[in-house]
């Protein structure tokens, strides 16, 4: 019977920061990822309160005769980075949860050799 050699992760050769905020950093931690999406959905939410509310104040109520564009490109840009950022954080989720399922399994097992 073989088996394959485990795969090594070697240290990096500068060695990061001993403190329990940059951990998470550096060692395949879904929390990072977790907080990512959720930046990314407060920001998105933010985005779209702010949107609903200028649409509401803008042609609604008339409370706002002209176009304020600098409101109007913030509020976009909220919305797609939020949105950006929301789904950064579920695509990293998924990554590390596949890179923990096969890391603990070998590559491949030999039952026999003839």
């Known amino acids: 019977e073989a088996r394959s050699p485990r795969l090594l992760i070697q240290k990096p050769p500068i060695p990061l920061r001993?403190?329990?905020?940059?951990?998470?950093?550096?060692?395949?931690?879904?929390?990072?990822?977790?907080?990512?999406?959720v930046v990314g959905l407060l920001l998105f939410g933010a985005g779209m309160l702010g949107?609903?509310?200028?649409?509401?104040?803008?042609f609604a109520f008339a409370l706002l005769p002209t176009p304020w564009d600098?409101?109007?490109?913030?509020?976009?840009?909220?919305l797609l980075f939020g949105l950006n950022l929301t789904v950064l954080g579920i695509l990293g989720d998924f990554v590390i949860r596949i890179y923990r399922k096969i890391d603990s399994?070998?590559?491949?097992q030999i039952k026999t050799i003839r």
């Open 18 to 37: 001993k403190s329990p905020r940059a951990d998470f950093v550096s060692n395949f931690s879904r929390r990072l990822f977790q907080r990512v999406a």
């Open 51 to 58: 949107g609903m509310a200028y649409l509401l104040l803008r």
């Open 70 to 78: 600098r409101l109007q490109a913030l509020l976009l840009l909220a």
């Open 105 to 108: 399994k070998p590559l491949y």
